[in-house]
DNA sequence: CCTTGACCTTGACGCCGCGTCAACATCTAC
DNA sequence: GTAGATGTTGACGCGGCGTCAAGGTCAAGG
């Protein structure tokens, strides 16, 4: 017993394009094929589409399928696997909704966050990871909940104020001025004063930041982008201001 | 000020490969492009790369965001047809775990529900449809409650019972048997038995459903795909079971 | 001046699972 | 014979870039 590719496609509720790109990767080969091409399906390539199909629901990808179905993999660590994948995109989306709400939110509040808000390098989620591993879940989740609290504008002050540090700090790395000088350390302290708004900052953590802003150039270049080797600068200068002044 | 395309990427935490991809799909363009090619963005190019990375975390496509930066399109608007999708993906992400979870359990169990659970052209959702329209909302949902609390195997050995029926019915045209003869009314008793597993057969129902597996293909090729012309003799001996034994 | 290495360009394919023409051959029924 | 349903292969499209490929440009150092 065999059947047209039409008569299978309506069977299985699928459609015969489908039924010929599976043919066409291998996945489900056709019983026969007539001289004049066309495709025969019988009884065994059915049962073989609807495992295929059933696989297909649980939204495992055609690769994956083939090799379980080929018995080239064990169906269950594939369903685990997968099962891990979808659990994960299942939370992001979660995530993302949330998102969606709070922006929709505020934006039906008439608030404009989507303005002038430059990037400051210090975003407070996307290093999410580094700054949890360098100063402690705390540290984090203090800095988190302060940022998040703050208002559009609030945020898009508190940057500006530190575009303003960054200009200064490149201005003085190009005088020549020393890092122990006066001018350097009265950019320091503003910028410990700057730093203070979101965390309180320890003499460790001033004394060490700068090391980041070197090493990390996500970091940096929001001041060598003033004047090449700046972050060095503010490094140097953030050090010998913990020293004396914390 | 102006910056490189990799510094901005960089500042950004996106690629110059996106960028250059904004810029070919409308969406960004350079504030500069220098004669030898290179692409230079300013502060207001950032300000706009920003408001289109905002949008594109929360995950809308990158047509909509054009529109609604552009002002084309307002941005609250946007974001609830964008969370109606993302709501509406998650239930079916959720769905589908249920199902994987489900397959996962039963497999690991030792459930062979992969095997030969072949299609019987009677799928219970996949004609949910016309189910209901010819036999109303009750039938239909009395139906699919006992179609769901079947076991794989308890389906399988329902659609067993009908193949052998179906092949039955085959060799009785074939053999030229009258449709209100012996053998064509004790395969209808069968028939009709085999019915009443799912649904208790009315003689109506009996009466009627034969032309539904004339009429309708997808049902009367379970029959002539064993003899040509089997479907019309289903119906024609299943009109005579219900007149005399119903 | 030359090299090295980092960075820039355009162009094009790949991904994933088909949907959707297009252009043409074949089967079925009247 | 002819219409209409159904079959075939071939190729593009979708979304948002990643990822070569092949080559031009620039700053720094010898």
């Known amino acids: 017993m065999e059947w047209a590719i039409q008569d299978v496609a309506r069977a299985s509720g699928t459609t015969s394009r489908a039924l010929r790109h599976y043919g066409a990767v291998g996945l489900l080969a056709p019983s026969r094929v007539g001289s004049n091409g066309y495709r025969y399906y019988d009884q065994a390539a059915l049962v073989r589409l609807q495992r295929i199909l059933l696989l297909r629901e649980l939204g495992?990808?055609?690769a994956s399928i083939g090799r379980v179905i080929d018995g080239q993999q064990d169906a269950a660590a594939a369903l685990r696997t997968h099962l891990r994948l979808l659990e994960a995109e299942w939370?992001?989306?979660a995530r993302q909704?949330?998102?969606?709400?709070t922006?929709?939110?505020?934006?039906?509040r008439g608030e404009q966050l989507m303005a002038a808000e430059a990037f400051d390098g210090f975003d407070h989620t996307q290093y999410k990871d580094e700054v949890i591993?360098?100063?402690g879940q705390d540290a984090y989740d203090r800095?988190?909940?302060?940022?998040?609290?703050q208002s559009g504008a609030e945020k898009a002050a508190h940057q500006q104020r530190h575009e303003d540090i960054a200009t200064d700090w490149g201005a003085a790395n190009r005088s020549g001025a020393p890092v122990d000088g006066e001018v350097a350390q009265g950019i320091a302290a503003r910028h410990v004063d700057w730093l203070s708004e979101s965390v309180p900052p320890s003499k460790g953590y001033v004394a060490n930041i700068g090391d980041m802003y070197v090493a990390d150039p996500?970091?940096?270049n929001n001041y060598d982008q003033h004047e090449p080797g700046t972050a060095a600068y503010v490094r140097d200068a953030l050090k010998?201001?913990?020293e004396r002044s914390l």
């Not at 909704?97 to 709400?101: A, F, Q």
């Not at 922006?103 to 039906?108: D, P």
């Open 218 to 220: 996500r970091f940096g």
């Open 97 to 101: 909704i949330e998102s969606v709400r």
């Open 103 to 108: 922006t929709l939110r505020k934006t039906e």
């Open 91 to 93: 939370e992001r989306l």
């Open 60 to 62: 495992l990808g055609l």
């Open 133 to 135: 591993e360098r100063w």
């Open 240 to 242: 010998v201001y913990a």
């Open 143 to 149: 800095s988190a909940r302060w940022w998040e609290s």
